[in-house]
């Protein structure tokens, strides 16, 4: 279930957002800003429609962590589209987003250690 969904938001370009926001921030592109933060939504929806697949118990602590990674990955992205408005929420998303992003994919590589295991 989870690859299905997954794929879904490959297809709405997932993964692509630091390009917009840097052709964004480069050359003052509001239209790739805007892009950005339509993928920050889908980071959203991809969070819900996860947090509808049955799962089993032993991985449901990683699963919940994978949910809550996506908001704030999509949180941070949205305030990096911010970024010619506002430089140091820019700024801040940035860090975030690096952050988030790195727990996210700690929390899919440990799932997927467990999921392959059992």
Do not use: C, W
Not at 21 to 31: E, K, P, R, T, Y
Not at 78 to 93: E, I, N, R, V
């Amino acid at each position: 279930d989870f690859t299905s969904i997954y794929n879904n938001y490959i297809e709405k370009d997932i993964g692509t957002e630091i390009t917009l926001i840097s052709i964004g921030l480069a050359n003052g592109d509001v239209q790739s800003l805007r892009t950005a933060k339509t993928i920050a939504l889908y980071y959203k929806d991809f969070a819900s429609e996860i947090s509808k697949i049955e799962i089993p118990s032993s991985v449901s602590n990683q699963h919940l962590q994978i949910i809550n990674d996506l908001v704030k990955v999509a949180d941070s992205l949205d305030g990096l589209t911010m970024s010619l408005a506002d430089p140091m929420l820019g700024m801040k998303s940035a860090v975030l987003y690096n952050k988030y992003s790195e727990d996210l994919v700690k929390k899919l590589d440990e799932i997927t250690s467990i999921l392959q295991s059992n």
